[in-house]
């Protein structure tokens, strides 16, 4: 035997060990696959996708106008066929040919296939372009259904295009030549691996099966997120209120409150040092409190939205307030906290009560009448759903909330991390952004009704009046100076929408930002990073457009033009308050105990 045999036979000893290793893990893992599966949660058919009575309708539609106007559907048919059919027969041309190479390609860049076996291998170049050209015709085949109102169209638009990113061939490992790469570079040990990451998502979510997104153990509260000083000093059952530790000598006299939305957790406005729009602020002079919503859980049921502004937003401007021995208050709310603020706002101006000197709104929605992407929501079929888990539950778990917001942005935010983690066997990066993407909370049936019928569904606050402890309030009501910052490519709280509803508010000082990018990082921009602009205009009674069409742009961040406007609003400088006195003594460091329960 030469030594070649011999280096040959140790080779294929180790493969077949490895192998064998693969398949002992393989076993082991299907044994917990087994014990897994079938605990998840039965979710509701009404809460799994849309009504099918907008597909009759589709359906229906297309099927009329196919008899109204056979042309136009011959018309549609004999496109798609032509390319398909030209593709196939081109690409069938260069294999008789011994060419390994695909034909010419002229779909559409998209970064779901950027290895480069898509553009260079035959086989799959083919399944790509021949996928490409069935989405395009499929996307073609809904815009020319002209019989569907504009709700039902922007639904149907959604949904088919849901469907169609969930058939891509980068979703299954046949066809994904990046993933088939990596199981054969690694003898197959990124499936296992892929395996064990799916199995553990698994585990972790009672057989729910929710793709990890960030890596959980890379970041703990308080120490390497959400760590601007700062100290715990009043709480209730609704909240905790954090005060900053000041970083200058002397602070603005008129204190700072930020009520975040309790959709999700306060420290996106505190992930790290470089992003920290809390501590920034804190820099700037002015003495900062945030509110840290309580996780709720089933107790909290009956929770409202007048709960909310009595023993949320109230409370913490009376004991801000007391705190800092002052009658007046600044107040910032961000998506459905500012929403909140703007009906607390307006049960004040009822109330007569002037203890809010201004208000800050980040992506807010007070007029729902163009509800945006996340309006394919908030139909019945939908919204009915919710209501009988609510009733059944208490509570509209985290998991809901955090999957709609996913498939809103499905590709980035469910098939592309399932396809690193499950098919490619990686693990989850360690992104703060994600991280707190993932950790998300809890909705008290009540509040959750409320809010999706009288606000999403009914838009009652900006048109008939919406009731609210013992009060019926309008849009009109909010007469304090305001600033409001929209994110000019928001799916969340469309910029259009914010800009109306802040048209109706009663204000007589208005400003209006419009930033650069989306629901996050338009907000989260701060300057040192210069990357986002953004866009101002004096002129808050044009129509959207019209303001949008003539407003100056900005190179940078929005922080300092807000800045300047807040500080106007702010008082004289005083000596800097310390968190903590006999009356109100430290209950914990921040970012406080509630922001913790999962």
Known sequence: MTTNDLDTATAVGHNVAKLEANLARVEELTQRLLKVMGQGRNVAPSLQGPSQDLYVKAATAYMTEMMHNPAKLIEHQLEFWGKSVKHYVEAQHLLAQGKMEPPADETPKDRRFAHELWDTNPYFNFIKQQYMMNATAVQKAVEEIDTLDSEEKKRLRYFSQQMVDMISPTNFLPTNPEALALAAETEGESLVAGLENMIADLEANDGDLVVTLADKKAFKLGENLATTPGSVVFRNHMFELIQYTPATEKVYETPLVIFPPWINKFYIMDLKPQNSLIKWAVEQGYTVFVVSWVNPDAGYRDTSLTDYIEDGYLTAIKE??????????????????????????????????????????????????????????????????????????????????????????????????????????????????????????????????????????????????????????????????????ACETDHIAAWKSSYSGVAKMGSKDKTFILSESGHIAGIINPPSKNKYGHYTNPETGLTADDWRDSAERHDGSWWPRWDAWLSKKSGKKVTAREPGSEEYPILGPAPGTYVKSK
């Open 320 to 485: 801000i307030k007391t705190i800092c021995g002052v009658k007046k208050i600044n107040a910032v709310g961000y998506c459905i906290a500012g929403t909140t603020l703007s009906l607390t706002l307006a049960l004040m101006k009822k109330r007569k009560d002037t203890s809010v000197n201004s208000a800050t709104f980040f992506t807010t929605l007070t007029d729902f009448s163009d509800r945006g992407e996340v309006g394919v929501f908030l139909d019945d079929d939908f919204v009915d759903g919710i209501e009988a888990e609510v009733a059944e539950n208490g509570v509209l778990d985290s998991f809901f909330m955090s999957r709609t917001f996913s498939y809103l942005r499905s590709n980035d935010l469910i098939y592309g991390p399932a396809i690193k983690s499950y098919m490619m066997g990686k693990a989850p990066p360690a992104f703060d952004l994600l991280y707190w993407n993932g950790d998300g909370t809890n909705l008290p049936a009540k509040m959750a009704v409320e809010y999706l019928r009288g606000l999403c569904q009914e838009d009652r606050f900006a048109t008939t009046g919406f009731e609210v402890s013992g009060e019926t309030v309008k849009l009109k009501d909010v007469t304090v100076p305001l600033c409001a910052i």
